[in-house]
């Protein structure tokens, strides 16, 4: 597998607009995107920082994957994304490697990229995400 950098982290939050003022207003950071991704429930945001995104996540319905976190969890990191080449092979050669899977195949995400999540069980309680930028491959 080929990981090129932190693609970004993304963190669960119960207000998107509360966030984001904090991070431009307290951090200094600037806010670029705000997307919606329907299929996942969630609204998103990135900063960017260096290379590296932050990603602020709130949900747009409570059974959604991050109204359910926040419930359980409250709001934090809730995963890590790495940036890859050939994410189906890197999927594939995880697999091999006794990985567990969430996505066996790529979906889209955020910002058009190709993701795929593995399980926190198969990689000591972190939400991993893959990411490919299939307009810079």
């Given at each position: 597998?080929?990981?090129?950098?932190?693609?970004?982290?993304?963190?669960?939050?119960?207000?998107?607009?509360?966030?984001?003022?904090?991070?431009?207003d307290v951090l200094g950071l600037t806010c670029y995107s705000i997307e919606e991704v329907a299929d996942q429930k969630v609204r998103t945001a990135f900063f960017m920082l260096g290379k590296t995104k932050v990603e602020l996540l709130e949900s747009t319905d409570p059974e959604g994957p991050i109204?359910?976190?926040?419930?359980?969890?409250?709001?934090?990191?809730?995963h890590m994304a790495f940036a890859v080449k050939d994410i189906e092979n890197a999927l594939?050669?995880?697999?091999?490697?006794?990985?567990?899977?969430?996505?066996?195949?790529?979906?889209?995400?955020?910002?058009?990229?190709?993701?795929?999540?593995?399980?926190?069980?198969?990689?000591?309680?972190?939400?991993?995400?893959?990411?490919?930028d299939k307009n810079e491959s």
């Open positions: 597998m080929n990981i090129s950098h932190i693609e970004h982290i993304g963190i669960a939050v119960k207000n998107l607009e509360e966030s984001i003022a904090f991070y431009e109204g359910k976190f926040i419930e359980k969890k409250g709001e934090g990191v809730h594939s050669g995880l697999e091999n490697k006794g990985i567990r899977l969430i996505d066996k195949t790529p979906r889209k995400g955020a910002e058009g990229l190709d993701i795929a999540f593995l399980h926190p069980k198969s990689t000591h309680g972190v939400l991993m995400e893959l990411c490919e």
